[in-house]
Structures are given as structure tokens and as C-alpha cells.
């Protein structure tokens, strides 16, 4: 299981990093989301990482 918390506005940011944000379920700063692992998560991840907190748990 990965946690994902949105720590930083989308604001400013290019069409496609808010998209995948919204894709991920972070609508509002602090908003968290639990997912299952995979590649595609991964990938998303890796697009918006300068924007989330990711925890393993």
C-alpha cells in the first residue's frame, strides 16, 4: 500500500501534472489517498512528485 498526500498547490502548474493530480484523487492540500502498488502508479507518481508526500506502508 502506497499513501500519497498532495503538500503543494496545483496552481501554475501545466495541464497534464493537474490532471494526473486530480487522476490520483488530491483535490485540496492535506487530501490523502491509499492506493496498491503498481508501475502505473508508480509512473503517476514519479509526474507529480515535486507536488505529494509518498509513504510506503
Known amino acids: 500500500m502506497v499513501k500519497v498526500t498532495l503538500k503543494k498547490s496545483t496552481i501554475g ?3 497534464a ?3 494526473t ?8 492540500i492535506g487530501s490523502v489517498h491509499t ?8 509512473g503517476k507518481l514519479k509526474k507529480v512528485e ?3 508526500k509518498v509513504e510506503e506502508e
Not at 21 to 28: D, E, I, P, W
Not at 35 to 41: I, K, M, N, V
Request: overall charge positive; charged content about 35%.
Open 35 to 42: 492506493f496498491e502498488d503498481s508501475p502505473a502508479l508508480r
Open 17 to 19: 501534472v493537474k490532471e
Open 21 to 28: 493530480v486530480a487522476s490520483l484523487g488530491l483535490k485540496k
Open 50 to 52: 515535486h507536488l505529494v
Open 13 to 15: 502548474e501545466v495541464k
